[in-house]
């Protein structure tokens, strides 16, 4: 089961291109990890790992756990066998009920790094060590349960620094195994995908960036830019003026509004007096009495 494992791992390694912004995820233990349903796949969520690691140290089945962070590795880099010896005779041992391990080449997304130490500290009352693998340094206090933190540089960028930088990690990360270990230990191996900026040339070849060939875009529609910083500056200036120079209160059309209206109210001034003129005897609207009026009735 284990040989299938690690040529599933060669494979993923081979096939990088296909999932990219994916990084790979190991765990291993000497004791048996708690009850989860896990099967090797190939491909795996985030989420679905965070949630088997919940479960499987549910239990805190361990006395010390190594939570190892290695930040900028692919599946590619696991190719070389030779490069992690340590790892790959973890991985060759045919025993897997008592030692029980998961590999998954392809995680897409982070694994939450924070969240397992801090159940490891208050489920399983877990004391925080830390071993720098820069310095070497590994600490040497026998608290048990403890949780020992190791943080991995990340790697160079040329493929040969790169596989020199990983052996020292393999080799660091055995001593710290073998220091302390101890008969119960469980080893959780995060990584984190490779960044564009971080891939090694020779597998992540950059591509040029694209130049628009364009010699008159810097004069084109330049009369179609607003001057904002000159609005701007009038705008404080005419804070200081008075107010009639400040603003407008004769447009145009306000103008040629008073002008018609002037007209239209001489026009009903003259159609007022004209009507108000009009002079009517009182005489006009009443009846003829005399003879005169009798005849004109006949």
């Known amino acids: 089961m284990a040989r299938k494992m690690l040529c599933a791992l060669a494979l993923a390694a081979s096939g990088t291109a296909a999932f990219s912004g994916t990084s790979p995820f190991l765990m291993f233990s000497s004791s048996q990890l708690g009850k989860h349903e896990w099967g090797h796949a190939q491909l ?10 919940s479960q499987s140290l549910s239990t805190c089945p361990s006395d010390t756990y190594i939570l190892v962070s290695q930040p900028g590795v692919s599946a590619a880099d696991f190719e070389n066998r030779r490069v992690l010896s340590y790892l790959g005779q973890v991985f060759n041992h045919s025993d897997s009920e008592t030692s029980p391990r998961v590999v998954v080449p392809e995680v897409a997304g982070l694994v939450d790094v924070q969240a397992i130490s801090r159940q490891l500290q208050e489920k399983c009352k877990a004391e925080v060590l830390k071993a720098d693998a820069s310095t070497g340094t590994i600490p040497n206090q026998n608290t048990f349960p403890r949780l020992v933190i190791v943080d991995l540089p990340l790697l160079p960028q040329q493929s040969h620094e790169r596989a020199a930088k990983l052996a020292d990690h393999d080799s660091f990360l055995k001593a710290v195994v073998t220091s302390l270990g101890g008969d119960k230990y469980a080893v959780l191996f995060t990584t984190t995908p490779v960044v564009e900026s971080d891939a090694p040339s020779s597998q992540y070849p950059l591509q040029p960036a694209y130049e628009m060939d364009d010699p008159y875009a810097a004069v084109m529609h330049t009369d179609l830019k607003r001057n904002v910083p000159v609005h701007a500056d009038d705008g404080k200036l005419g804070s200081n ?29 003259v159609g007022i007096s004209a009507v108000s003129s009009l002079q009517v005897s009182y005489f006009a609207f009443s009846k003829e009495m005399g003879p005169s009026g009798q005849k004109k009735q006949q």
């Open 241 to 269: 003026l008075p107010l009639f120079h400040t603003y407008q209160f004769l447009s145009p059309a306000i103008f040629m509004g008073l002008l018609v209206t002037l007209l239209l109210l001489l026009i009903l001034y």
């Open 44 to 53: 795996a969520t985030s989420a679905s790992v965070n949630s088997l690691v």
